[in-house]
């Protein structure tokens, strides 16, 4: 009798296993025509996410949009996953690091239809398109790069704040003097590309890539000298070194009040607000100091990159994911998307609801002056090759720092990998 | 003939409670370790297409400077972890088998860096690592840059690693120990043995089968490392090329730059690292592990 029991349990327990497979591996049956997945990698834009999907679903009751929001690195995993076995979700963000490898293998739905290009931001439009330049998703925001500067240590140092004519010597002056009186750091240079050098190395005239993104451009006088110069702020005093920046970010450095400058993404700027409320009102922004001497140009520039949002190539709800994809791209759903404040609106015009979330919720940061640097703003450097040599040219400028190789050596190597890494695709 | 019939019914039950467990491991862990096997002959990159290669990813890997030192780290991880954690968890296990006030809150105490969460316990050691603000330079009054000194990092690390594991492995230790009869003792003492000898001649032999166990597990997960690293050291950091593990390697190359093939050649090294390591101390156990009771 009781081995009866014990073998019904076990039955029982074998049956629940493999139903529970059966139902958690099996996907999503149960969608029906009105309901959209909407997958973010930024929880903190969810709550602005949620709103444009309600504004949609005010306007189609028959639609529910679900967002769901996952880290970065899960996010990829999981959407790769997704695209290789065609269940990816109907909405999606796609990052322009990403957008040529989906885009080229045939996962993301042509969007040219739905958007009218000449109201978004050039460089958004730019980084929504395909190998083949046709348009694979719809431009979301577009972002730049700030000047962070402590206003204590400015004071302390009597040395006047940043302004928009600053060029590289007047931050290595104001680095000096601050170091000088205060001890503290001045402008803190940490290896980074968006962030770091590809500024210094646009402004100087120079590129990575060629236009059409077929060609490195490291070697280049420009490009190289530029490199060099930003490589270089690494042995003044004034700045940490990339080992005390393993052990102390830049912006924990910043915001203790132990270097008064660093540059930031713009999409960072509510966070940090948030973060540090005590320091509300003795930081401010800036727009980045141009070249003095350009090779080429007129010395500014700033890098820009976008988010776009997509779907599927050959998704289930494909009809209705388009066309909550064209409210998203639409004036109000941009606009929603400027007031929840974290990113500026890929629409022409609407930057101003970015800025003003700043001024409604007092923090005390002129970030107006970022938008204006949108007229020269570069392009975020990319091209269908870039997963490949990105790892490697950021360990090569690590190792550079580090003295393993020498600038020069290094340079060369950072050209040939990604030339390299053009031929191998 | 009746017999018969009855242990094919039984055979039949057998499997069939064993079912959920068996499907379990052939779906989710001998499949995919014969797909990475087949993969790493593959130039698999992004959305499963790729094209056999042969041994092509096994070449680069031998000749790759890169893959050498993250070879010779791990094993050096091993080395700095494993006979100093497994010593250290020995004594504490010992230790904490004493006639002490207070046993049961060490034996928590000991406990707790196994329930508090590895990032956690990496991101609290990072700062007191920290070259300029951190405690330990501070209260020594060292300037050692323990997280980018490529020639320092290893240890930092396998201090935490030795740290987080003491715990769990003295319990283990602590249960064999608890398990040896007390006769042995009272008899040694009747012999005269002092407690030094009484640990050498009666505990070790007694505890040498939880002792092996422990060890076959401290090496596997040495030879695994990566979660600390990834905390401690992780990107940006001058000293990752130099310090990274065998497991890091692998995440940077099929995670980060996407190369899956390359990557599953390097894992199955791994797996045969651990596999040649494991067995050298099954065939060592002979010699020291005492299974008698």
Redesign the interface.
């Known amino acids: 009798m009781s081995r009866w029991i014990k ?1 019904g349990i ?2 029982l ?2 049956m629940i ?2 139903a529970g497979c059966l139902t958690g591996c099996g996907g999503r049956s149960g969608a029906t025509g009105g309901s959209l997945i909407f997958l973010i990698w930024d929880p903190g834009q969810k709550a602005g996410m949620e709103a444009i999907a309600e504004a949609y679903m005010d306007q189609h009751p028959e639609v529910t949009i679900e967002v769901q929001a996952t880290g970065w ?1 899960e996010y990829w ?1 999981k959407l ?1 996953g997704a ?2 076995s065609n269940t990816m979700p109907d909405i999606f963000w796609m990052h322009s690091n990403q957008m040529f ?1 989906y885009a080229d ?1 045939g ?1 993301l739905a042509d969007c040219s239809e739905i958007i009218d290009e000449a109201n978004y931001s050039e460089i958004a439009v730019d980084n929504a398109k395909g190998s083949d330049g046709k348009i694979y998703g719809v431009p979301k925001d577009k972002d730049t790069i700030a000047l962070l500067y402590n206003k204590d240590l400015f004071d302390a140092a009597g040395v006047a704040y940043p302004t928009p004519d600053w060029t590289w010597d007047d931050l290595e002056d104001a680095s000096v003097q601050i170091n000088g009186k205060t001890g503290k750091y001045g402008y803190m240079a ?2 980074h590309d968006q962030i770091g050098y590809w500024n210094f190395v646009y402004q100087n005239g120079g590129q990575i890539l060629n236009e059409e993104g077929t060609e490195a451009k490291f070697t280049d006088p420009s490009t190289a000298d530029a490199i060099r110069y930003y490589i270089g702020i690494q042995d003044n005093a004034w700045c940490p070194t ?7 970010g830049a912006s924990e450095l910043f915001f203790s009040g132990e270097g008064a400058m660093y540059y930031a993404g713009n999409w960072d700027l509510v966070n940090l607000c948030r973060t540090y409320p005590e320091m509300n009102g003795r930081w401010d922004v800036s727009v980045l100091p141009k070249c003095p001497n350009p090779a080429n140009g007129d010395g500014r520039a700033v890098i820009s990159n976008s988010v776009s949002y997509a779907t599927a190539a050959d998704g289930k709800n494909k009809e209705l994911a388009m066309d909550f994809l064209a409210f998203l791209g639409s004036e109000e759903g941009q606009r929603i998307q400027g007031e929840s404040g974290v990113a500026i609106p890929a629409y022409n015009g609407l930057e101003d609801t970015w800025v003003k979330t700043f001024a409604d919720n007092d923090y005390q940061l002129n970030v107006e002056c970022l938008t204006e640097a949108f007229d020269y703003s570069v392009k975020y450097v990319n091209n269908p090759s870039r ?2 040599w990105e ?1 490697k040219v ?2 090569i400028m ?2 550079i ?2 003295g393993t190789v020498t600038v020069d050596e290094g340079i060369q190597k950072m050209q040939d990998s990604v030339m390299e890494a053009i031929a191998e695709y | 003939m009746k017999k018969k019939v009855r242990t094919d019914q039984d055979h039949f039950w057998g499997y069939l409670m064993v079912a959920p467990t068996i499907i379990g491991l052939l779906v989710l862990n001998v499949y995919p370790f014969l797909q990475t096997i087949y993969l790493s002959f593959t130039n698999a990159k992004v959305f499963g297409k790729y094209r056999f290669v042969g041994l092509s990813n096994y070449v680069k890997m031998i000749t790759n400077e890169e893959f050498l030192r993250a070879t010779w780290n791990t094993i050096l991880f091993c080395i700095l972890t494993v006979p100093l954690g497994v010593l250290l968890a020995l004594v504490v296990a010992v230790l904490l088998n004493a006639k002490i006030k207070g046993k049961t809150a060490f034996r928590a105490i000991f406990f707790l860096p196994m329930v508090v969460a590895p990032a956690a316990v990496a991101m609290v050691w990072k700062w007191m690592f920290n070259a300029e603000y951190g405690i330990i330079n501070t209260v020594f009054h060292t300037h050692i840059d323990w997280i980018t000194d490529p020639n320092v990092v290893i240890v930092t690390v396998a201090i935490v690693a030795v740290w987080s594991a003491i715990g769990y492995d003295a319990v283990l230790l602590l249960s064999g120990i608890q398990n040896v009869s007390k006769s042995y003792y009272e008899a040694a003492g009747l012999d005269g043995c002092n407690k030094i000898q009484q640990f050498w001649y009666i505990t070790l032999p007694m505890v040498s089968p939880t002792l092996f166990v422990v060890l076959i597990m401290r090496l596997m997960a040495s030879l695994k490392v990566y979660d600390l690293l990834y905390m401690m050291v992780g990107e940006g950091n001058p000293a990752l090329g130099k310090s990274q593990s065998l497991i890091y390697l692998f995440y940077r190359e099929s995670f980060v730059s996407g190369n899956r093939g390359y990557a599953s050649a390097i894992v199955i090294w791994t797996v045969l690292l651990i596999g040649i390591v494991t067995l050298l101390q099954f065939l060592g156990q002979k010699k020291w592990v005492n299974y008698e009771v």
């Open positions: 073998k076990s039955v327990c074998a296993m493999v690195d995993t790769e695209a290789t490898k293998n996962y940490f290896s990339q080992a005390q920046f393993a052990n102390t997963p490949s790892p950021e360990q690590l190792d720092y580090a």
